[in-house]
């Protein structure tokens, strides 16, 4: 059984800072990258970044290059995502998943998979 949970989300104001945590289950880092999206009410799902656990390449939307950092703690099958500089349009309910990278005539874009339940990140202007 997969599972992908997902915590630390919280309500905080703009430029502010918070740390998501995805504790995974039921694969290894050795076998599948793990990474964040996330969906805002109204909104199209955005891929937000993707480690691979292979060689530890990580990968970020251009919306959160920058801002955001994601690592893993690969002992531990935690992966974590650091936000900095928070916006309101950062709002959104985020999803730890199992992803993938693919690299095609558009660019570089992540994939998902499996995922939790995610936690729920809120910026107030």
């Known amino acids: 059984e997969v599972q992908l949970q997902a915590s630390g989300g919280g309500l905080v104001q703009a430029g502010g800072s918070l740390r998501l945590s995805c504790a995974a289950s039921?694969?290894?880092?050795?076998?599948?990258?793990i990474g964040w999206f996330r969906q805002a009410p109204g909104k199209e799902r955005e891929g937000v970044s993707c480690?691979?656990?292979?060689?530890?390449?990580?990968y970020y939307a251009d919306s959160v290059k920058g801002r955001f950092t994601i690592s893993s703690d690969n002992a531990k099958n935690t992966v974590y995502l650091q936000m900095n500089s928070l916006k309101p349009e950062d709002t959104a309910v985020y999803y730890c998943?199992?992803?993938?990278?693919?690299?095609?005539?558009?660019?570089?874009?992540?994939?998902?998979?499996?995922w939790g339940q995610g936690t729920q990140v809120t910026v107030s202007s």
């Open positions: 480690i691979i656990n292979s060689d530890g390449s990580t």
């Open positions: 998943a199992a992803c993938g990278v693919v690299v095609d005539q558009l660019g570089t874009h992540m994939e998902y998979d499996y």
């Open positions: 039921g694969f290894t880092f050795d076998d599948a990258g």
